[in-house]
């Protein structure tokens, strides 16, 4: 059970948009940047933002990413069935000197 | 092109041993954090361990503290990770990733992964 909850899954239609929630505590996601990582099946974790809504290069801006207070949202908009993933979102638990990831929403694009 | 590949993963008793290598080309290696990150089959991703540019400093995961180590050596571009008292529960794809701000997780650059069984 991870301190960071995320729902296990959504789905959405092609085009549409979709926002996945990372929701932690004061301790946790409030005081510490929060990173998100799309797992595509089959492959290695992809960084798509770390420092909260910092975008690595060749990540495409139909992806944002936010922070507010204890919670964290990844948005994609214009779903493509190429974005059928696993996301998770990421922290470090300085209480624990550990880093912990959320438990992963799997997105499914129909 | 910048390329982290992974070696050493494989079929293994309950609490025996296993040493994962992962070899770092196309980047400054001695330059960087670096770290490993695994997957159980069906499971979410778990962080496991995270080492900075000299060694000096690393931490782990509490579920692995005490039984896995991780090291390396910069003149052979090389991150390691030893397991020990290997249990059921760390089968698992392992993966090594540059950790590139040094705060867990912040991996941009991730090798494949290796499969890594323990079961009897």
């Known amino acids: 059970q991870s301190v960071l909850t995320q729902p296990p899954s959504m789905s959405a239609a092609p085009g549409q948009k979709v926002t996945i929630s990372c929701s932690g505590s004061s301790s946790n996601i409030a005081s510490n940047y929060v990173y998100w990582y799309q797992v595509l099946p089959g492959t290695a974790p992809k960084l798509l933002f770390y420092h909260n809504s910092e975008r690595p290069s060749g990540i495409p801006d139909r992806f944002s990413a936010s922070k507010s207070g204890t919670s964290a949202t990844l948005g994609i908009t214009g779903l493509q069935t190429g974005d059928e993933a696993d996301y998770y979102c990421a922290i470090w638990d300085s209480s624990v000197n550990a880093a912990v990831f959320g438990g992963g929403t799997q997105l499914t694009v129909l | 092109e910048v390329q982290l590949v992974e070696s050493g993963g494989g079929l293994v008793q309950p609490g025996g041993s296993l040493r994962l290598s992962c070899v770092a080309s196309g980047l400054t290696f001695s330059n960087n954090w670096m770290g490993w990150v695994r997957q159980a089959p069906g499971r979410g991703l778990e962080w496991v361990a995270n080492i900075n540019q000299g060694g000096s400093e690393k931490y782990y995961v509490d579920s692995v503290k005490g039984r896995f180590t991780i090291s390396r050596d910069n003149a052979k571009n090389s991150l390691y990770l030893q397991m020990n008292s290997l249990r059921a529960e760390d089968t698992a794809v392992y993966y090594c990733?540059?950790?590139?701000?040094?705060?867990?997780?912040?991996?941009?650059?991730w090798g494949q992964g290796t499969t890594v069984t323990v079961s009897s």
């Open positions: 990733a540059r950790d590139y701000y040094g705060s867990g997780p912040d991996m941009d650059v």
